[in-house]
């Protein structure tokens, strides 16, 4: 499987942005997808995610109310759309993806098996 993500720009606090991920080739081997992010000096944390099959979703404390992620089942993608961003959402965006019949963990990065190249957002003030 693979993963191609865009959608990073440059963005005002309290402005808006929509991250897209497409996966491409054994497509069928997703059991879920989610997005992590790493700031500048800070460890990768995860974003949220969402099941492949009956489009679940999950979300990181700090990204409730103003994330919202999204499955377009026909193109194979998903959507982070990001509102009311500020400063602290400023990191290099990872999207990645869970292999059916392994040991699922939305939250933790040790579950995915799929990782795209990342894209970086930038939040100024």
């Known amino acids: 499987v693979q993963l191609q993500a865009s959608g990073g720009g440059l963005v005002q606090a309290g402005g808006s942005l929509r991250l897209s991920c497409a996966a491409s080739g054994r497509t069928d081997n997703i059991y879920s997808m989610g997005w992590f992010r790493q700031a500048p000096g800070k460890e990768r944390e995860f974003v949220s995610a969402i099941s492949w099959s009956v489009s679940r979703t999950f979300y990181a404390d700090s990204v409730k109310g103003r994330f919202s992620i999204s499955r377009d089942a026909a193109k194979n993608t998903i959507y982070l759309q990001m509102n009311s961003l500020n400063p602290e959402d400023t990191a290099v965006y990872y999207c990645?993806?869970?292999?059916?019949?392994?040991?699922?963990?939305?939250?933790?990065?040790?579950?995915?098996?799929?990782w795209g190249q990342g894209t970086l957002v930038t939040v100024s003030s």
């Open positions: 990645a993806g869970q292999r059916k019949f392994s040991r699922i963990n939305h939250y933790s990065e040790d579950g995915y098996s799929f």
